[in-house]
Protein backbone atom coordinates (compact mmCIF):
# COMPACT_ATOMS: atom_id res chain seq x y z
CA UNK A 1 0.00 0.00 0.00
CA UNK A 2 0.93 3.60 -0.26
CA UNK A 3 2.96 5.82 2.14
CA UNK A 4 -0.11 7.93 3.51
CA UNK A 5 0.76 11.84 3.87
CA UNK A 6 1.23 13.71 6.79
CA UNK A 7 -2.16 15.46 6.67
CA UNK A 8 -3.48 11.87 6.02
CA UNK A 9 -1.72 10.60 9.47
CA UNK A 10 -2.71 13.66 11.31
CA UNK A 11 -6.57 13.32 10.33
CA UNK A 12 -6.67 9.58 11.28
CA UNK A 13 -5.37 10.51 14.77
CA UNK A 14 -8.73 13.04 15.14
CA UNK A 15 -10.87 10.00 13.15
CA UNK A 16 -13.47 8.10 14.68
CA UNK A 17 -12.96 3.86 14.21
CA UNK A 18 -15.46 4.10 12.07
CA UNK A 19 -14.29 6.95 10.19
CA UNK A 20 -10.72 5.49 9.97
CA UNK A 21 -12.51 2.48 8.71
CA UNK A 22 -14.00 4.16 6.10
CA UNK A 23 -10.93 6.12 4.93
CA UNK A 24 -8.93 2.79 4.70
CA UNK A 25 -11.86 1.52 2.66
CA UNK A 26 -11.47 4.37 0.38
CA UNK A 27 -7.55 3.94 0.10
CA UNK A 28 -8.10 0.56 -0.46
CA UNK A 29 -10.02 0.85 -3.48
CA UNK A 30 -7.95 3.53 -4.64
CA UNK A 31 -4.79 1.39 -5.19
CA UNK A 32 -6.52 -1.48 -6.63
CA UNK A 33 -8.09 1.08 -9.17
CA UNK A 34 -4.52 2.05 -9.65
CA UNK A 35 -3.24 -1.43 -9.69
CA UNK A 36 -5.60 -2.32 -12.75
CA UNK A 37 -5.09 0.76 -14.49
CA UNK A 38 -1.27 -0.45 -14.61
CA UNK A 39 -2.25 -3.81 -15.81
CA UNK A 40 -4.17 -2.16 -18.48
CA UNK A 41 -0.87 0.01 -19.15
CA UNK A 42 1.12 -3.34 -19.46
CA UNK A 43 -1.73 -5.13 -21.69
CA UNK A 44 -1.71 -2.27 -24.04
CA UNK A 45 1.84 -2.72 -24.34
CA UNK A 46 1.99 -6.11 -24.77
CA UNK A 47 -0.69 -6.26 -27.42
CA UNK A 48 1.04 -3.52 -29.34
CA UNK A 49 -1.92 -0.55 -28.70
CA UNK A 50 -0.80 3.23 -28.55
CA UNK A 51 -1.39 4.51 -24.99
CA UNK A 52 -3.64 7.85 -23.86
CA UNK A 53 -2.02 10.36 -22.53
CA UNK A 54 -2.68 9.16 -18.76
CA UNK A 55 -1.80 5.70 -19.77
CA UNK A 56 2.23 7.24 -20.88
CA UNK A 57 1.75 8.83 -16.92
CA UNK A 58 1.21 5.41 -15.89
CA UNK A 59 3.75 3.67 -18.11
CA UNK A 60 6.35 6.04 -16.40
CA UNK A 61 5.13 5.49 -13.47
CA UNK A 62 5.78 1.80 -13.97
CA UNK A 63 9.18 2.24 -14.77
CA UNK A 64 10.56 4.72 -12.36
CA UNK A 65 8.91 1.64 -9.73
CA UNK A 66 10.66 -1.12 -10.94
CA UNK A 67 13.97 0.94 -10.98
CA UNK A 68 13.73 1.77 -7.43
CA UNK A 69 12.47 -2.27 -6.85
CA UNK A 70 15.61 -3.26 -8.82
CA UNK A 71 17.97 -1.10 -6.56
CA UNK A 72 15.96 -1.60 -3.38
CA UNK A 73 16.74 -5.41 -4.18
CA UNK A 74 20.08 -4.82 -5.18
CA UNK A 75 20.82 -2.90 -1.82
CA UNK A 76 19.44 -6.01 -0.10
CA UNK A 77 21.62 -8.24 -1.91
CA UNK A 78 24.48 -6.14 -0.80
CA UNK A 79 23.68 -6.39 2.64
CA UNK A 80 23.24 -10.12 2.56
CA UNK A 81 26.72 -10.54 0.81
CA UNK A 82 28.72 -8.53 3.49
Same mark, same amino acid.
Given at each position: ?????????????????????????????????? $?? $????????????? $??? $?????????????? @???? @???? @??? @?????
Amino acid at each position: MTQLTDAEKTALANMTSDQKKAFFDAKITEVKAK $AE $AKETVIDKLLAGT $ALT $ADEEILRQEIIKDR @AAMK @AQKT @AMD @ANIQA
